[in-house]
């Protein structure tokens, strides 16, 4: 789940990853309300990557909070076994039946510009892919967002079978990874980030899984998890923290 918004309000920024107006929460502690209510005015495009429930909690709270004019999501049908109430509200936002916001299915080749910000569409590409070893993974929303020299690229929980269409040039000189699938091998590329070269790899997690592949990923470049701090990342001159 990824947000864009017109800027956060004062203070401190545990968690937010932003290149001007464009920002991606990457962890957040305790819920996604109560860390957004202090740090945005408005939220004007929600992004859902894929339709899994780790990537949905929290989807009714923040948008009867923040109300966003947009949301965008991946295009595939997905129904959870069991139906849980975050896929619910997240159908009917699909579905149009919120005044207040605009859906839209995103697509690779999609571009987009918000502010100073170009959002290039990676992922998903159509027709979508079937028969991996998790099609609403290999089916999700793929983001290159460049501001300035800022580069931060965001992968949902893209397993191989989508990294494998991508078309490695366009990845290319990534100043932020978001690693994907919460940093498991499950998400990792070498390919990919060979040709990304990121200055910083995030991994937004928990507790580590089984098949966490964290060490692998700093074979590529420094690495920051939600599991060890908050992250922040700002762009151009700031810091990494």
């Known amino acids: ?25 990457i962890g957040f502690r305790p819920s996604p309300v109560e860390y957004l209510r202090s740090k945005i005015r408005k939220l004007h495009i929600h992004v859902v990557t ?7 909690t929290g989807l009714k709270d923040v948008c009867e909070e923040f109300k966003p004019g947009i949301l ?7 129904k959870p076994d069991p139906v849980f109430d975050d896929w619910t509200y997240y159908e009917k936002l699909c579905k149009g039946q919120f005044s207040f916001c605009t859906p839209g299915a995103i697509a690779a080749g999609d571009r987009f510009t918000v502010g100073d910000s170009t959002i290039n569409v990676l992922g998903p590409k159509q027709p979508f892919l079937e028969g991996t070893v998790d099609d609403v993974n290999n089916n999700g929303i793929i983001l290159s967002i460049v501001t300035g020299n800022s580069h931060v690229l965001i992968s949902g929980d893209t397993q191989e079978e989508q990294w494998s269409e991508i078309d490695v040039r366009s990845v290319s000189g990534v100043s932020v990874f978001l690693a994907s699938h919460h940093g498991r091998e499950s998400g ?11 200055q910083r790899i995030v991994i937004s997690d928990g507790e580590p899984a089984d098949t966490d592949a964290t060490d692998k990923y700093r074979r590529f470049a420094p690495v920051s998890t939600t599991r060890e701090n908050n992250v922040v990342v700002r762009p151009a001159s700031a810091a990494v923290a």
């Open 188 to 198: 990792l590329s070498e390919r990919v980030l060979r040709a990304a070269r990121p």
């Open 50 to 56: 894929h339709p899994h429930q780790d990537h949905l």
């Open 72 to 78: 965008w999501h991946c295009g595939r049908y997905f």
């Open 1 to 25: 789940m990824a947000s864009l918004m017109n800027g956060p309000k004062t203070g401190a920024e545990p968690a937010l990853l932003k290149v001007k107006e464009v920002a991606r929460i």
